[in-house]
């Protein structure tokens, strides 16, 4: 069956920019979550969604950072006015439930390069 | 809260010889721990992971871990490296909330050579 997908794949825009990464989970997945993977910090976790509430954004880095869930369904991160320190590999997970013994699926990720 | 430490950054091996990927967690709570692996430009795929039951853990590719309570240890073998298993592993604790938020080792990257 299909996987999580990201799109785009790569995306390289300027500082000051604005980009938003899409990400489709698993159908019937009812948690998603959003994840950062870069050299300095590793793997980080963004946000999580339960249906289209976000009850944990503790990970968003700063308030440029915004995502939203729409139908239970696809999600999108926004950041506004990119910096360098943005650059890195966003990764999309979703879960059928989200407890804490659920396995979590991840999409191929998304290559932010903020010139 | 909960951490992961991953001892080795970079593991190297031969072809045919036993992988060992060192894991130790902190938690104050009874963990639910995970190992990832991750290919290149792919996302993490599952290997394997412990909930509640027992201790040894079979995954996906023929490897295993071993949940350590005394030594708050989940450390990944496998018995027998094969080339196609050279990729990038990840350890992982599920923090004490109620969702699986996951905390991430740093990762150990994984050669085998022929």
């Known amino acids: 069956g299909a996987g999580v997908s990201q799109s785009p794949s790569n995306k390289v825009t300027e500082k000051g920019k604005d980009v938003e990464l899409r990400c489709d989970p698993i159908s019937g997945h009812t948690a998603l979550y959003w994840y950062r993977q870069s050299l300095g910090q590793g793997l980080e976790f963004l946000i999580y969604f339960q249906g289209n509430s976000a009850p944990d954004k503790s990970g968003l880095p700063s308030d440029r950072f915004s995502a939203e869930r729409t139908g239970g369904s696809v999600s999108t991160l926004t950041i506004q006015r990119t910096q360098q320190e943005d650059s890195a590999v966003y990764l999309c997970a979703s879960s059928s439930f989200g407890t804490r013994t659920d396995t979590q699926y991840f999409g191929p990720g998304t290559r932010l390069t903020v010139l | 809260a909960q951490s992961v430490t991953q001892l080795g950054s970079h593991v190297s091996v031969s072809e045919g010889a036993l992988v060992l990927l060192r894991c130790n967690y902190s938690s104050s709570v009874p963990p639910y721990l995970f190992w990832y692996v991750q290919y290149p430009n792919q996302g993490l795929q599952l290997l394997l992971k412990?909930?509640?039951?027992?201790?040894l853990v079979k995954g996906i590719n023929g490897f295993e871990a071993e949940f350590k309570k005394s030594e708050t240890s989940f450390h990944l073998t496998k018995p027998s490296a094969h080339m196609s298993d050279a990729a990038e592993y990840f350890c992982a604790v599920s923090e004490a909330v109620g969702y699986n938020k996951l905390i991430f080792g740093a990762g150990t990257r994984l050669a085998v050579h022929p």
């Open positions: 412990y909930t509640t039951g027992a201790t």
